[in-house]
């Protein structure tokens, strides 16, 4: 593995020759907020953000792509013969991406990339993007990765993880795709002595900060159907408004629906992102919906996130403590809370 | 690895109108290159998307019995917009499948034991193939004693009658086709409904698994009757619906708990299902 030392003087240069590489995508600020966007230029990119309001799981999973296209004109001989529609899987870096979303794509490569079925443009993209990842320095207070079996400093889901030292970035590659990336940079220097020490302070104060405030394991513990048929239901459901804003910042929310649009006589399939907040999700053409009720769709997404998903793959949660759904509920819905709440449920009779 | 989202095209070879309301349509279908043929190998049980072309997809249960060659065929009911354009297709159009999809009736456990199929209404496509694959020459050895009770609320809401006729004249298989009520003084088969039918033919439980489709209703009051009869719950066996639009378990929507329905169902037995959240 190599490490090197950017000044931030010579950040943008160094930003530069990415870019004359390949496709570079950044934090930018836009409006009110920072978000994940291919950079035009150098400068575009801002790395003094906390995190970005959405997640950068659009790159991989937009929440709107063409999947096919088809013709339906009469004298059309490949008429309704679905074709794939064209994709840019050429090289592409994330730079500034934070540790825990990088933690999240290996998370839902568990749904998206299995041994028996791949949803190829999810796993073209994946391969053919190296994530350069930044430290979180200075965690939000909705921030709670470190009980979430990832942390502020946590390299496992990157290929080069770079560490705000002040007057310029460590950058470690973690995987043979992050040095590679590192060896093509030019006027980069080797670590300085003081520079290791400040990136270990920092790594220290960012996770102290946070501590340990949840402890998952009551949840996996737990009988599936008790914690199912839990009447913490009743309290956690009572203020959501189904608005699905949770659903749409999470980096591991990656449900989609698919539908066709039709022009002329031109159609495409598009695949859209989806919400299990939504009634439509499981709405049967019948008329009968297994989750009508506004509770059932509450409970499927905590359920999935915390219980699901760790007895499914005999792992941590579909959580990496992001703490994006907490900031955006309009509701104050605080998955922190309702963690607890699984935690501390009890299965007396009543 | 082919892209699992794209349909092999296939053209619509015949349409038949199955039941007197006319909202129940049987679709076969021919692949249009012979390799996609090859590469669907299904087996009694699952299912299929059924793709049109500017419209959407649909989660249907193959009808076909992999057995028949040369086609697959599908029974289509007309409940949503998919569906009811399929049924004002014509011969000769072409549309898309994808799969076959989910798991099937578990045949290997199957082996040597007697069948009991219990089918209500238009759940009958999978249960249509699972008999033709059984009594096909090849099959029928494998498999003990073969009783089904098929029932629908009048007699042209029954479906595959053709075929219904037919198996009535075999002996290697019980059939109790019954109706809820006819006015029809020439009905030659049962009146009643199927929980009371299945009871008063009473196949025998020993050695034997029952596999049920039905509507709800029909499914939780035979259940007891099936209980009664000595039908353990690992040995009762049934087939679930889902909304569904993937079909192989990566978009979400159509989760018991851990397992999804389209890709670890749709076929579970009643003890597996005892296990999971009874969100279906």
Redesign the interface.
């Known amino acids: 593995m190599s490490e090197i030392y950017i000044s931030k003087e010579k950040f943008p240069e160094v930003v530069g020759q990415l870019m004359s590489h390949g496709r570079v995508f950044g934090p930018v600020f836009q409006g009110q907020f920072h978000e994940f966007a291919r950079l035009d230029k150098p400068e575009d990119i801002d790395l003094s953000f906390q995190n970005t309001r959405l997640s950068p799981k659009d790159l991989f999973h937009p929440h709107s792509e063409r999947m096919f296209t088809y013709s339906l004109a009469k004298d059309d001989p490949e008429r309704s013969i679905l074709k794939e529609a064209p994709k840019d899987y050429s090289p592409s870096v994330v730079l500034g991406i934070r540790p825990c979303d990088a933690k999240a794509f290996q998370l839902d490569d568990r749904n998206f990339d299995t041994e028996t079925i791949k949803d190829p443009w999810w796993v073209e993209r994946r391969k053919t993007t190296t994530l350069v990842g930044l430290a979180c320095n200075d965690p939000c207070n909705t921030c709670f990765c470190t009980s979430m079996e990832t942390g502020p400093f946590d390299a496992s889901g990157l290929d080069v993880l770079m560490v705000d030292v002040g007057d310029g970035y460590v950058a470690r590659s973690v995987t043979d795709k992050g040095k590679e990336c590192l060896s093509t940079l030019k006027g980069v220097q080797t670590v300085p002595a003081q520079a290791a020490e400040k990136e270990a302070q920092a790594k220290k104060a960012a996770e102290e900060s946070m501590g340990q405030v949840l402890d998952m394991k009551p949840i996996y513990e737990k009988n599936t159907l008790e914690l199912f048929h839990d009447p913490l239901w009743e309290e956690v459901h009572f203020s959501c408004i189904n608005c699905g804003t949770c659903t749409f910042v999470c980096p591991t929310c990656w449900c989609f629906d698919i539908q066709d649009e039709v022009q002329g006589d031109s159609g495409e399939r598009l695949r859209l992102w989806d919400s299990c907040m939504f009634p439509l999700f499981t709405f049967h053409g019948s008329g009968h919906n297994p989750r009508s009720q506004k509770i059932q769709r509450v409970r499927q997404r905590f359920m999935h996130k915390l219980k699901y998903y760790p007895e499914k793959y005999k792992d941590g949660p579909a959580c990496v403590g992001c703490g994006r759904c907490v900031k955006g509920c309009p509701v104050n819905i605080d998955i922190r809370h309702v963690a607890r709440l699984m935690a501390a449920s009890c299965s007396c009779p009543a | 690895?082919r892209?699992?989202?794209?349909?092999y095209?296939v053209r619509i070879e015949s349409i038949v109108t199955e039941t007197e309301d006319r909202n129940l349509k049987t679709f076969k279908f021919v692949f249009l290159n012979k390799e996609d043929e090859e590469a669907f190998k299904y087996t009694p049980g699952q299912f299929a998307e059924l793709?049109v072309?500017?419209?959407?997809?649909?989660p249907i249960g193959i009808a076909s019995s992999p057995t028949e060659k040369g086609f697959i065929m599908f029974t289509v009911n007309k409940?949503?917009r998919v569906?009811s354009f399929m049924h004002n297709m014509q011969e000769g159009?072409?549309?898309?499948v994808r799969g076959p999809m989910g798991n099937w009736y578990p045949w290997e456990t199957l082996e040597g034991k007697n069948v009991v199929i219990v089918g209500g209404g238009f759940a009958f496509t999978t249960l249509r193939s699972s008999i033709v694959y059984m009594l096909h020459p090849d099959n029928r050895s494998r498999f003990g004693n073969i009783d089904v009770v098929y029932g629908a609320r009048m007699p042209g809401l029954l479906l595959y009658k053709e075929e219904l006729a037919a198996w009535e004249q075999r002996d290697d298989i019980g059939m109790h086709i019954t109706v809820d009520s006819t006015d029809d003084p020439n009905w030659k088969y049962n009146v009643g409904f199927v929980p009371a039918v299945t009871k008063e033919k009473a196949p025998t439980a020993e050695n034997s698994y029952a596999i049920i489709c039905g509507p709800p209703i029909m499914i939780k009051f035979t259940l007891p009757v099936l209980t009664e009869l000595g039908f353990p719950p690992e040995r009762i066996i049934s087939s679930l619906?889902?909304?569904m639009?993937?079909g192989?378990?990566?978009?979400?929507?159509?989760?018991l708990?851990?397992e999804y329905v389209c890709?670890d169902g749709p076929v579970f037995t009643l003890q597996e299902l005892a296990?999971?959240?009874n969100?279906?």
Do not use: F
């Not at chain 2, 892209?3 to 349909?7: A, C, D, F, V």
């Not at chain 2, 159009?93 to 898309?96: F, N």
């Not at chain 2, 192989?248 to 989760?255: H, L, P, V």
């Open positions: 690895m892209n699992p989202y794209l349909p095209p793709s072309p500017g419209q959407g997809e649909i409940v949503g569906s159009d072409i549309m898309g619906e889902m909304r639009k993937c192989i378990g990566i978009c979400g929507r159509c989760n708990g851990t890709k296990q999971l959240p969100e279906y």
